[in-house]
């Protein structure tokens, strides 16, 4: 083996390493939500509160949570859910996702019309229906080949976790979404 070619097999991971390391969607990202943004805050105190609402499996574990931060000094509070997902099999992989309040209700409508689609929202053999919060969470359902519909819910955006689900189980998990607005409601 020559120089340069040595020289080239102890160059290219560590340019891989630079390289990944400045893709975004890591640490130093700004803040995708108010939540993220205000959990954040330094020099003063944040209080996090927070209900878990519910928990389900599919192919993966879902947990929901309503979440809300009050800066201690000023009294400003900032209210949303917090959707969690933890991978089936060897890794386990965690990753969650942040949903303000005022796309909550967003975010239900779409939950809400992805379920509906059908094969015949297309003239191709095969849809996928998306729908995507500033978050990082999204929820997907799709035909597969032999036409049976299923949904896939996805959480962060670095490493993201996703979870498998029925269609009976995306309804499941929007009634979890609902509670959980239905919390943060009840103490405004």
């Known amino acids: ?44 105190v944040v209080i996090k509160g927070y209900s878990e609402i519910g928990k389900m499996a599919g192919l993966g574990t879902i947990e929901v949570n309503s979440m809300e931060f009050t800066d201690a000094t000023s009294g400003k509070k900032q209210s949303g859910v917090v959707i969690e997902i933890k991978e089936s099999g060897r890794l386990e992989n965690t990753n969650r996702s942040f949903i303000d309040y005022d796309e909550v209700d967003s975010l239900l409508k779409g939950l809400h019309y992805i379920s509906k689609a059908t094969p015949d929202v297309t003239k191709l053999s095969q849809f996928e229906a998306t729908y995507k919060t500033k978050g990082y969470f999204s929820a997907t359902t799709f035909s597969n ?28 998990l929007r009634a979890l979404i609902e509670q959980a607005k239905q919390k943060l409601d009840s103490i405004k």
Do not use: H
């Open 145 to 172: 080949r032999s036409g049976k519909i299923d949904a896939a819910v996805k959480c962060g955006n670095y490493r993201p976790a996703n979870a498998f689900l029925s269609l009976q189980q995306l309804g499941e």
């Open 1 to 44: 083996m020559n120089i340069r070619s040595l020289a080239f097999a102890f160059l290219l991971p560590s340019t891989a390493l630079v390289l990944a390391a400045e893709q975004p969607g890591q640490t130093d990202k700004e803040p995708a939500t108010k939540l993220e943004a205000f959990q954040v805050q330094t020099g003063t």
